[in-house]
């Protein structure tokens, strides 16, 4: 947006602070994964087999996806702060719902309902491109995003002790206070940063055509898709090897998730502080090997009979670097092919990386069956890296073709 005003904390005239951006995003990053301890014992609750209840990720996942194609045309034509304080208010009326429900099958109505709070993720990278130039969004999409990493980093660990302590129930009663209270600071500190055009819906969605011909666009999001799609088959298949087959309790298993977040949280350091300076795709490429490396090693050792929740967890602080360096420039570069259509391309973008995510979670579900090892998710994630690696190398080799 041309011309906007200097932030001021609490001031609804004004952009928001970075604060409230880290926040939004990290309710949409925490009710993704606070539960994930929970997993085994939620089936056993409900009376239901352990893949079943696992689809708590990948429907989640799947209509995050759907949500995201219509949420960035919506918050381009009608404001980033509306779509945000609507999706915040059906958020707490969903979690509600996951805290009554009856049976496995009601929960997961209400569990795929707390989707719309992907709007935070969606709409927080799209407000800092209305704030910021390209140059700077990736840095500042960087900071925003370690900040972030703060909170999934300790959800899984709060989660596993709730859960422990209190029973399943608990993680949702903490995100329904979350949601209050980042609704109220939204409503104080989140003035509308979007350039308003007077478009109708469809005539916005008519522009995807625009994005999706373009080859960057495609290979930005694949890179990201990809890169990601190993960390969601982590998030669906992680909670039944810890479980399962390292027999670690929800306490445990909650706190060697926060080793893959502090990857995170460093390369989303690593991002803010270099990626103007190396640039985006470089530091795609670097992130992307990274998480190949460390995959790459942790089969070569599994398959030589070295597993264990040491070995298994500790090598997915590669898979946490590389996607922290790698994500914010990827969405930098989806947001940067068209600027003046970043709430769509944002939409857009997450959509199709998010529904790869809900693919490979389900896939890892499936492969899980009872009485499986932790390799087939080792390389259900190895093959989603070196996919990434491949779509960013086309980019950086389109790049030189046209001189960019």
Do not use: H
Request: aromatic share 8%.
């Amino acid at each position: 947006m041309s011309a906007l005003s200097s932030p001021r904390f609490l001031d609804r005239t004004t952009p928001p602070k970075i604060v409230t951006l880290i926040l939004l995003a990290g309710l949409s990053a925490l009710t993704m994964n606070i539960f994930l301890p929970s997993l085994p014992g939620m089936a056993a609750y409900f009376g239901v087999p352990y893949g079943l209840m696992q689809q708590s990720v990948a429907l989640y996942l799947a209509l995050s996806a759907a949500l995201q194609i219509v949420i960035g045309p919506i918050s381009d034509r009608y404001g980033r702060r509306k779509v945000l304080i609507g999706s915040l208010i059906l958020f707490l009326f969903a979690t509600v719902g996951t805290l009554l429900a009856p049976n496995a099958t009601v929960f997961l109505i209400f569990r795929m309902a707390q989707a719309v709070i992907a709007s935070g993720m969606v709409l927080s990278r799209a407000v800092v491109l209305d704030m910021v130039a390209d140059a700077q969004a990736a840095s500042m999409i960087g900071y925003v995003t370690m900040g972030m990493s703060l909170v999934p980093m300790i959800g899984p660990v709060i989660g596993g002790f709730l859960d422990d302590a209190f029973g399943w129930r608990a993680s949702f009663a903490l995100l329904l206070v979350a949601g209050v209270a980042v609704l109220a600071l939204v409503w104080a500190d989140l003035g509308e940063t979007a350039e308003l055009r007077d478009v109708s819906l469809v005539a916005q969605v008519r522009s995807y055509p625009t994005l999706l011909a373009s080859r960057r666009f495609w290979g930005y999001t694949l890179a990201a898709a990809f890169a990601s799609g190993c960390f969601f088959a982590f998030l669906g298949g992680a909670p039944y090897v810890g479980d399962k087959v390292f027999g670690l309790s929800s306490t445990e298993v909650g706190a060697l998730f926060a080793l893959t977040a502090i990857g995170y949280a460093v390369g989303n350091f690593l991002a803010g502080r270099y990626s103007v300076r190396v640039g985006m795709n470089q530091m795609i490429l670097i992130g992307t090997l990274v998480t190949t490396f460390g995959l790459a090693v942790l089969a070569l050792l599994t398959g030589a009979g070295l597993s264990g929740p040491v070995v298994f967890f500790g090598l997915t602080v590669f898979m946490g670097l590389g996607n922290g360096i790698c994500l914010p420039n990827a969405n930098a570069g989806m947001l940067s092919v068209r600027p003046e259509l970043a709430g769509t391309a944002s939409g857009l973008g997450g959509a199709i990386l998010i529904g790869g995510g809900a693919a490979l979670a389900a896939v890892a579900g499936v492969l899980l069956g009872p009485g499986a090892t932790e390799m087939p998710l080792i390389l259900l994630m190895l093959a989603s890296s070196v996919a990434s690696v491949i779509a960013i190398l086309f980019v950086i080799r389109r790049a030189r073709q046209i001189g960019a």
